[in-house]
């Protein structure tokens, strides 16, 4: 939190386009967790992204 300063925290893994907005896979750089990230017309969420049994999704080599 107070280290090094790590300008690109969040990169993002995949981005779809719909008719009124996009839905995108962001990874912290940090930690390895995933989040989804909606956006529309209509607003926004950010939520981590969850597999098949309910966990988070964290990839273990991203740094």
């Known amino acids: 939190m107070f280290g090094k300063k790590?300008?690109?925290r969040f990169v993002e893994k995949s981005v779809q386009h719909y008719q009124f907005g996009m839905i995108l896979v962001l990874?912290?750089?940090?930690t390895g967790v995933h989040y989804l990230?909606?956006?529309s017309t209509q607003g926004?969420?950010?939520t981590?992204?969850?597999?098949e049994n309910g966990d988070v999704v964290?990839?273990?080599?991203?740094?």
């Open 27 to 30: 990874i912290d750089t940090e």
């Open 44 to 46: 926004t969420s950010l």
């Open 48 to 51: 981590p992204l969850l597999d």
């Open 58 to 63: 964290i990839e273990k080599d991203f740094n």
């Open 6 to 8: 790590n300008d690109n």
């Open 37 to 39: 990230h909606t956006w």
